[in-house]
């Protein structure tokens, strides 16, 4: 049972000891119950309204001296009547709680001198050598009940304190589920954005990259409308892009690698991209591998394949040129493909777009972005386009089992 049960009970069990003990053995007559019992039963009822001030934190000073003057009248009273009502007389020392500040002294002091009264068994005995041993008894009471009631506040001061931590705490509980709710509303926002963005990404790189492809192929063999030979090579490469870019649109709707880094690494899967492109645009080109390949990643090496793959697009829709270059650098610290065309350039600043939106080099771009990279463009008109794309290492790397350096020449 804890303190405040205790507070709660003891009143009332102290009071049904000393109004039994003192209908035993007090004297029996009409004035003496009248007082016993009239007095007992104020004090229970007034008890009630105790209780109730004992739960508040801070009750209003006045009706806290109020009630407890009139409790320790009563118990003064009582005591008087007779010495037995000692055993209710702690009540006063427990209910001094209620009163404000160094009031509560005040309380103590005159509790004390009651129940001193009840120890020298009552006010009759208090005369000559009895007055200096009831000053003893009352100096006794007053520095126990003192020590007991620092002792109360004391607890008294904590429960509230821990109430008010409670409180603070339940406050910051409901905000961080406030801010919670809304992190979680923010990430799936963030969530759904970033899908978006990387099916734009799959759709650009897979069937619009397919598409243009296709469109190209059937455009030359309407060039070719007498000679077969050319319109059933243009038609092959039309169905074999088809093929490929249905291949690639399941893969990314899976969520999948790009095809080829399904089966080979890097260097090889870069190899195989480029030897099809050469094939679909007729431009020379050739891959290079330097340094000692490592084993990246698969965020890493898709990234550097769209790069790759958005590169050769667009060396093969605008540049003009008659060769490029793939080259894939390894260093201590950063890995780097570099796509290099000699075709006819452009301005600084006017990088080309095949749909008027610049979507491919866009898109480029954030997804180096997103896994630390870079993508630095240099061009001049006349003098060809250089794309760089550079993505650092994250140490410790292994060395890749067959990614020896060397050069992967692809035929026209």
Known sequence: MDSAKVQQWIPYVGLTVSLTLALSIGPRTAAYYAVVLGGSAAAALWLRRGMAMLEEQDPPVLRAVVYYAVLLALLATLILTSPLFGFFGFTGYLHALVLPGRTKLVGIAGTAAAMATTQMGGIANIHGVGVYLYLVLFAVNLMIAGALTVTGVAEQEHRRELAEANERLREMLEENAGLHAQLVAQAREAGVLDERQRLAGEIHDTIAQGLTGIVRQLEVVERFEDDADKRLHHLTLARELARESLAEARRSVRALRPGPLAVAQLPEALAELTASWSRTAGIQARVEVSGHAVVLSPEVEVVLFRAAQE???????????????????????????????????????????GDGTGYGLTAMRSRLKQIGGTLTIESEPGDGTAISAAVPLAPPVTPAADGLPGAVPVAR
């Open 311 to 353: 590169a050769l697009a667009n060396a093969g829709k605008y540049s003009g040129a008659s060769r490029v270059g793939v080259t894939l650098s390894y260093t201590t610290d950063v890995v780097v493909l570099d796509v290099v065309d000699d075709g006819r350039g452009f301005e600084p600043g006017g990088e080309p777009s």
